[in-house]
């Protein structure tokens, strides 16, 4: 039914009124937007055109980066208490975000080496290597290396401790272990993991929920490890072999992180099958 100036009808039993709220909350404070767009500050004096696109994309990859570490974090959670269909769930939408933030580099790539030099020299030391929320996935994701957090530079106290309760809290891996365990499987070796996988692998019928689950977490590898390679790809279009903002040797060093797994087991099984 429309009022006038609104459309009135009862939700839940509750009476709603919409556009008649008062004025309570409207689109822009609901979602901060005067904050958030007031978040983009350029270091370039005088303003260098390409810079704006530069700092969204990393605040956007931010943003995403903050909802997959909320459906990870769930889905590890829901595997522990044993609702493997909302593990699997979550872990799907993770996926498709994964997937827009390696087609985002599209966008970047739109910069060319000679616009991002007239600004770059002003990042450093700053760099993506610093991302908090990156380091956070990969060591909820099962990849814990405690020299990352050494190696930062500049963490606060709370970044600091945002990284370590994640080096303490149980990774997916972890989580998909209770769950094998759970199936009936002993996990106390890697041997017996191995060998709980490959009779999962075999019985589909049976097993079919937990395969799916190990199926969206070589999923999730996956598409961690085509990030890695779209941005390497991407550092060597911008800035060829020299070295990284951050102080490392750039695509180097980027190369090196390339054949990284989080699920190193899951790959192995695919030599048995
Ligand atoms: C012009 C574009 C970019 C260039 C030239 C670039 C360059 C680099 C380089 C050279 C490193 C190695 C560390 C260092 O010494 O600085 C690095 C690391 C990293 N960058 Fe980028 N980057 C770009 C865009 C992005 C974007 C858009 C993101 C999204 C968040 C990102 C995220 C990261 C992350 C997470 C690392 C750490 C990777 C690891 O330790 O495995 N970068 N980047």
Do not use: C
Not at 5 to 27: K, N, S
Not at 87 to 109: K, N, W
Not at 204 to 212: D, I, N
């Amino acid at each position: 039914m429309s009022t006038g100036d609104g459309v009135a009808g009862r939700w839940d039993g509750v009476d709603i009124h919409f556009g008649e709220e008062g004025g309570r909350l409207t689109y822009g404070s609901y979602l901060r937007l005067a904050e958030l767009l007031d978040q983009q500050r350029l270091e370039s004096d005088p303003p260098a055109h390409d810079e704006l696109l530069f700092i969204t994309i990393h605040q956007v990859y931010e943003l995403w980066f903050k909802q997959v570490l909320h459906e990870l974090t769930a889905s590890r959670d829901a595997m522990l208490s044993g609702e493997l269909w909302l593990a699997e769930h979550l872990l799907r939408r993770v996926h498709t975000i994964e997937r827009t933030l390696t087609q985002q580099v599209d966008i970047l790539e739109t910069m060319t080496p000679q616009d991002f030099g007239e600004f770059r020299h002003r990042l450093s030391p700053a760099s993506g290597f610093q991302s908090v929320q990156f380091r956070e996935i990969e060591f909820l994701s099962g990849a814990k290396d405690p020299s990352f957090v050494k190696r930062f530079r500049g963490l606060t106290e709370t970044e600091k401790a945002r990284l370590g309760q994640r080096l303490e809290a149980p990774t997916l891996w972890d989580a998909f272990l209770v769950v094998l365990g759970k199936a009936g499987f002993a996990t106390d070796t890697e041997d017996d993991v191995r060998d709980a996988l490959r009779k999962v692998a075999g019985d589909r019928g049976h097993y079919g929920a937990v395969w799916e689950l190990a199926e969206a977490l070589v999923q999730h590898d996956e598409l961690a490890a085509a990030w890695r390679a779209r941005h390497v790809v991407m550092v060597e279009r911008m800035i060829g072999t020299k070295p990284g903002t951050g102080g490392s040797s750039g695509a180097g060093y980027l190369r090196s992180r390339l054949d990284l797994r989080y699920y190193p087991l899951l790959w192995d099984l695919r030599s048995s099958l």
